[in-house]
């Protein structure tokens, strides 16, 4: 499959801070492709990269296999892009900031304007300085979503939207999805909005890509909680590979174990008689929380 | 709740904030009276002279406009008359230090913050105006401790400490006033500087039309009038500064009385809705960039028009002198004619001019940074505008927006002029060209904005104002101060030649365009490589 983004290898520095150490990314046509990593691992500073408007001082960037630093505004005209933050200006309202982000952009889907107007409940006559904070990220969400280009780089989007206004996101998004076949690069916090919508996840971390796919991939690296009543108790179970943090109370027994080793723990519980079990994959919230922790933590 | 509850605390944080900027204007104003007092004592040594500086300083109309009417010829007396112009200056210091601790802090949205913890509605604005109050007293006391020092009376010298810091209190009262009106503070910096050129015109006009030591009645409407007529070192009039401290007591008493009325981070001035969809012209960085500068641009095209009307206007009055003054009429006879005088009137106040568009033109260049800093610049860059564009549809109005405010007010300054003495068709190309001749010097200025915005863009509003305030400092203390010519070379308006009635050489202008064209293609070449935002 075409890949829309490639990076490979990005480095950037800010005086001493090292923003970006070797990250590499590829995001594929069509596909929505989560970003995700703790505060400060660099995942702004690897869109403005994207955007060109960062030099990245070592690594490749390609955008529809042409460089960002280069071929900047003819990429620009293919793409939308919505900070964490959106400011406006305060003098401008929201609906003038909608029209003008569009028309620099490729063209604006007037009738979609509008319906996204409606969906998100935005008063678009009022002044830039008047909008709260989520109301303001609306306008940047409406502004990316009705521009007709064929990729979305959306910095953590929903920041600021009340639960109602990120399910109407979630559904815009995911409309957008099997309508046109847009491609988003969705950098966000929120476990349930990436689980939603994402084909694939990029897990980063200190400025550096720890773990790339789908997330049924993701979760064949983690483990499994196990918790089952035995007829008879389990002999082989702490000496087999993968098993952790094992507990037995008599003929009930709860353990962890690495969800690629799941076939043999079974095989040996069901070798000690199976009354009752409950097999609980790894939630999404493990899944991150095992990638945002720090070597030194873990 | 103590509507002053933590505004002990809130000075404090003010201080911490501005331990830097705060003492040295201190300083920087507080050393400006015992430069001037030398430079006096240097130029005229004898009693004798002083008397007779004193008398061609009442004859001029530029001084008297600039600096108000000589009332003394004694050494204390020429220095408070020749300050005169500074004390706008620290009134206009302390009116921008008192929005940037209220409206501003509101704007950016900190003032919610602090407003959240034990701190009453008025301890903000309260802390703001104790804190430039009592920077200004104690410029009061450096001042007067430093013309002491100079063997000076005690009594003159701390009328004349006092004066300045009544001016300082005066205009941060008004900027409590007018932080109350609007959302934004680049708006209500925009309204209290106003207030700071009419306090000035006002005091001009009613100088220049006095008699004697006397001002006539509009200088009584200005606090500037006002702190002018204490008359330090002669028969120091004390009562003037219980009329600054009811001008302060009312002002005060009314802001406090608004902020009582209103929300956190709203102005009175409600603001207004705009439309649901954009002007099919909307569609341009450059459109774009009209929106953002047109109201400053209009703003400052009408207060230029006025300016010129009023010069253009006072430029009659040197005439009237010469009519009285039949020796000194024969002097510019035999000089060139009677227009001698009121061309070099014209020009001096049009360097004057163009160092008040040169603000004009740092402000719409440094737009560019507030642009970026403010996180806007980088989605607009995320579409189809390149940079260059983006920088040009603002350098334009950092360029031909000065040419158009000087043009308004060179017109205006030659039509009245004109009028006044029955030659418009005359006098109206002059007053043009006198106001052109200077835009070198002020592109010189946007363009170093330019540049240092395109290298080092966290340094480039500090840079570009005290660049700004070096080329104030020269060309109106230089010459007192007696420094070197390579000194006063540094000011770019140091090499504008006199227009009207100068000889015009070609070259300077010439070079002072080429050096403001280099540096804006030097800062739009670095500003194309380098990281945006930088924040």
Redesign the interface.
Known sequence: MENIITASGLQKSFGRTRALDGLDLEVRRGEVHGFLGPNGSGKTTTI?VL?G???ADGGTAQLFGQDPWHD??TL??R?????G?????????????????G????GLDKKRRDELLERFALD????G??YSKGNRQKV?LVAALASNVELL?LDEPTSGLDPLMEEVFRQVVAEEQKRDGRTVLLSSHILSEVEALCDRVSIIRGGRTVETGTLTELRHLTRTTISADLANPPNGLADLPGVHDLQVDGSHVRFEVDTRMLDSALRELTSAGVRSLVSQPPTLEELFLRHYQTEGTR | MNTLAGTGALIRLIVRRDRILMPIWVLFMAVIPLALLSSIKELVPTEAARQAYAAESFGNSTFVMLYGRVYDAGLGGLTFWRAGFSMLVVGLISLLMVIRHTRTEE?AGRRELVGSAVVGRHAGLAAALIATIGANLVLAVLVALGLMGQDLPAGGAFAFGLAWAAAGAMFAAVGALVAQLT??AGAARGIGVTVAAVAFVLRAVGDVSGTGADPAWPSWLSPLGWTAQVHAFRDERWWIFALAVAFVAVLTAVAFVLQSRRDVAAGLLP????????SPA????LA?AW??HR?TLLAWAAGFIALGAIFGGAAQTTQDMLADNPQLLEVFERMGGTSALSDLFIAATMSITALIASGYAVQAALRMRTEEA???L??????????LTWAASHLVFALLGPTLVMVAAGLTTGLTYGASIGDVGGQLPRGLAAALVQLPAVWVLAGLTAAIFGLLPRLAPAVAWSALGLCLFLGQLGAALQLSQAALDVSPFTHIPRVPGGDVSALPLVLLTAIAAALVVFGLAAFR?R???VT
């Open positions: 403005r955007l408007l960062l030099k900047t505004t620009h005209r793409l939308a892009y919505v900070p933050d959106v400011t406006l200006w305060p003098n401008l309202s929201g609906g003038e900031v909608i029209d003008l982000l028309r620099l952009r490729g678009p006559k009022k002044k300085r008047a940047g780089l | 704007e959302e934004g603001p207004r809705l705009g439309p649901a969809e954009a909307l569609r341009t960085p774009l929106r953002l109201g403010g996180l806007r980088e989605p607009l860059l995320a579409t189809g505008v390149g940079r490589r990281d945006v935002p």
